[in-house]
């Protein structure tokens, strides 16, 4: 397979590129040293320098340890409760899901990647499936495929890989580098700072198939392992340089071909009457209210947009209210605009919701919205 024009530039880069080096971890794990295997953990890596290879030998010596390594090694949000008040972190709810759950779904992967049957195993493990771990994003549980894949004797003959925002991102930008249309597949964030959103359902399972097929493929081209171009095309920390970061770089492709307007120089500001007056607090909550949302979707032109619970709530800047979670089928009806002011967001801009995924034991979900000319069954 022919590399995407990046990946040519840069090949040499890619072959002498070091292993990644991950920042230490926060130190909000510590408060869960309740925990034996947090424990256990925190007493092995007493300076919080965890990294890949270590991640694989502790998986390698117990498998849910090294689970539990996994969700410390990538960040997963230990100290923001998704209740007001609550302990329902995405960590705390992975600690809480049994264990034999868990390696019950590390069997089923490690079937499913020996037959690499690819888009079952993502469906099971995504909202809804049989093996979705609480707590657990895209951005987690394909962190988890591709550590049991490393920690494997023999390697399979596809490899999975991680998909998270970054590497979404890289792959995108290389398509388009290959003259590739994307966007069927992917559209502009236009509330989270460079970031794309993705398809749902099936088709978010093609798409990780197609990502992991294509970068095996390179990789195989590059002569180098999967795992080391996945690690290149992350990226480096946000305070590199744009002029080496692939992240920037990667981005910069994205943003020429979505026509992203860059943000102005702060020099060139013009400064306002009212910058720097202090906003009230009446101020401050009528403009955090549903204004982004409906922003969001003023600016959207997808016939259909796929959010998670987590990305709506990184849109309004808040966490939802519990009955988005408890009573979704009314939070998320079509109807009753005229006293549910977040309704108004989507309807106003010619979007209903056509179908909505919410797991109200673990306050996660996903709400899919479509055109109002389009036809379709709200689910």
């Known amino acids: 397979m022919p590399l995407p024009s990046y990946l040519e530039e840069n090949r040499e880069r890619i072959i002498q ?46 498998t849910y340890l090294g689970l539990v390594a996994v969700m410390i090694w990538g960040g997963i949000n230990a100290n923001r409760p ?25 069997n089923y992967a490690e079937y499913h990647l020996e ?36 920690a494997m004797d023999q390697p399979y003959s596809i490899m999975p890989l991680i998909l998270d925002k970054w590497t979404a991102n890289a792959y995108c930008a290389l398509l388009i580098s290959q ?5 069927k597949q992917f559209t ?20 990780y198939r197609r990502y992991i097929e294509d970068m095996n493929a390179w990789a195989t081209e ?9 690690s290149f095309i992350f990226g480096l920390p946000r305070n590199t340089s744009d002029a080496t970061n692939p992240r920037n770089q990667l981005w910069e492709i994205i943003s020429t071909h979505f026509g992203v307007p860059r943000k102005p120089d702060k020099k060139s500001e013009v400064r306002t009457p009212n910058k720097g007056r202090k906003i009230t607090k009446q101020e ?35 966490a939802l209210p519990p009955w988005a979670f408890d009573h979704a089928a009314t939070f998320w009806a079509n109807s009753g605009q005229q006293y549910h002011s977040h309704k108004k967001a989507w309807l106003r ?12 034991k673990n306050k996660i979900g996903e709400v899919v919205f479509s055109k109002k000319s389009l036809k379709f069954n709200q689910q």
Request: hydrophobic share 35%; aromatic share 10%; net charge neutral.
């Open 284 to 318: 401050r909550t009528k403009r955090s209210s549903y204004e982004a949302l409906t922003v969001y979707f003023n600016q959207a032109v997808a016939d259909h947009i796929t959010l998670s619970t987590d990305e709506i709530e990184a849109i309004i800047g808040r």
């Open 179 to 183: 003259g590739e249309d994307v966007s």
């Open 17 to 62: 590129a070091p292993e990644q080096s991950i920042f230490l971890w926060n130190s909000s794990y510590e408060r869960y040293r309740s925990n034996k295997y947090v424990d256990e953990i925190c007493r092995r890596f007493p300076d919080r320098n965890l990294q890949r290879d270590a991640v694989i030998k502790l998986i390698q010596e117990d």
């Open 222 to 230: 590059l002569q180098i392992s999967p795992g080391k171009l996945e």
């Open 349 to 360: 801009n010619g979007y209903l919701v056509s179908q909505s995924r919410i797991d109200a």
């Open 115 to 150: 037959k690499g049957d690819i888009e079952t195993l993502f469906t099971a493990f995504s909202v809804g499936g049989k093996h979705k771990i609480p707590g657990v994003s895209v951005a987690y549980f394909t962190k988890i495929l591709y550590f049991i894949a490393e």
């Open 82 to 106: 998704k209740t007001k008040g609550g302990t329902d972190t995405p960590f705390q709810l992975f600690l809480n899901h049994p264990m034999e759950k868990v390696l019950e779904a590390v």
């Open 188 to 207: 502009i964030n236009r509330s989270v700072p460079k970031c794309l959103s993705l398809p749902s359902g099936t088709d978010l399972a093609k798409l």
